[in-house]
């Protein structure tokens, strides 16, 4: 059974454009077009050479290309199919004839898809007997339909069946879906319900005037007007009216004092609780009561040593600007006003103001203030009071000796200053530089030594021109960036150095023939006739480019000690290792081959410049 509909065109033939051999699975045709102007679709059946029984063949086309006239078949099974002369080996010319005709495939496809119902995806969708009387469905098929008939009956046994169960706090209930409709209803005046779509609201009506025998547990935002005789633990925002909101056993009561868990208190009650109640205060030694009722609690600080200030529920206590009264205890914080009293305690905060009594405690912070009286304990801050000299010690202007109950004037200071000098010698001579008075000067020769001061240091190096005759050793010079003009020369070649020009007032010229150059011989120390060229020679090492006279002489060209070439008279000759003669490809520039010259170039070569040939110009 094949799951596929074939097209079929009334009338159509063409003709091959090409040959098809027995394996090909493409075929091009002169038209695709019927003579209705219909366009052949895919997929359809074509035979090719209809009218030869032996090679005649049947195929299945599978897709078109209608643009390109190409006719294809997915698969080699898709030809020599029944009806064919054979079931392989037949080809076929170009000019063969394809023509489409009513065939057995069309008629079995046709039979197929009455048998069976298939989607457009080729799925089987419905059988061929394919209604099925069966009212309650038990065959429970995915290829039949049923009958109207069938379908009614089983939607009624089903709704008809259908009912709800449903229970309350008491009792148990149920609805035929088919016939009956469930009620939901509150009790009167207790609980309100209200149907809407497909909601059913339930709640408690804006007033419940019946009465609760039991415990009330929520709250009610209502008004309670019938009797409560069950608790109320909940929040009521609205008017409480009831007789008694008492449990049983419990009563009102206006006692004064004690717990009783039957009895609950009356405002009367409530009010001598009330008026009773006072707050009570002590300083350690002295104790007192405030009245809540009737009394306000005061807290203030004395004058000009504690400070209390009141910000809605909180009382900030602290010092004033200016404390005048002794300080027997530790101050812990800063201290920025005047103490006119005496600090008996330690100091761990700055100190900035005048104290004129005596401190005796230790001050970890900045003293700057006024001390009047005795300092005894241990500073570790600034101490920049006018006087913070404890008990028996004095200020001194004596000029020597220790004093353990002496401290020093500035005049003392001054003095010990000025004996303070700096001795300061080369090695064979010194001198003493008064360091109150005078100025240490570190200078160097004209043109040998520089130095330079910047903030505590000193810089002693060369000039950039040493001018002076060296009779030492220069090796020390080789550091120098820059070369230095010597005007000696007694040097053994490590430092650069250059002549001045004219001047060679001290440099031997015995030997020297004309022309020659001179280099430094390190060995006897003195500039000599040159040994690495000439004037006829340039010379590197083991390379030479040397000129010598005579018309067959000419230049000889040398590397590394091998021959190169040579350039005289007769042309450039060049050696086994010399290589070979080169030029660009592309030559840019413009010149003229003389009537009297000749010239070789070697193609293909591109030129780009202006060649003027007035001579002779051969390219290779």
Known sequence: MTAQETNLLNAYETTLTGTIGASDLTLTVNSVVDSASNTLTAPCYLVLNPDSATNREVILVTSINVGTKTLTLDNINKRFLTGSAASSGLSHASGSVARMSPLQQHIEDLNDRIDVNFNTAGTQIVAGNAVKDE???????????????????????????????????????????????????????????????????????????????????????????????GNLTGNSTGTVQASSVLANGVTATTQSSGDNSTKVATTAYVDTVTTAQDLDITDGSTTSAVDLDSQTLTIQGTTNEVEATLSGQTFTIGLPSSITTNVTGNLTGNVTGNLTGAVTGNVTGNLTGDVTGDVTGDVTGNLTGNVTGNVTGDTTGNVTATSVLASGVTATTQSAGDNSTKVATTAYVDSVSVDDNLTVGDGSATTVVDLDTQQLTIAGTANEIETTATAQTLTISLPATINANTTGNAATATALATPRAIAGNNFDGTAPITIAAGDLSDVSTSGVSNDQVLVYNSTSSQFEPGSVGSATALIDGDSDFTLTDGIANGIHYELDNTDMADWNAGGIALTTAGGIFRHNQTQAATYTVAATEGAVLAGPITISGVVTNAGTMVIL
Do not use: C, R, W
């Open 135 to 229: 009212d309650d469905m038990s065959s429970n098929s995915a290829v039949h339909v049923s009958t109207q008939q069938s379908i009614k009956a089983y939607v009624d046994s089903q709704v008809t069946a259908q009912d709800l169960d449903f229970t309350g706090t008491s009792g148990t209930g149920q609805v035929d879906l088919d016939s009956q409709t469930l009620n939901i209803v509150g009790t009167t005046n207790e609980i309100e319900t209200v149907a809407s779509s497909q909601t059913l609201t339930i709640g408690l009506p804006s007033s419940i005037t019946v009465n609760v025998t039991g415990n009330v547990t929520g709250d009610v935002t209502g008004d309670v007007t019938g009797n409560v005789t």
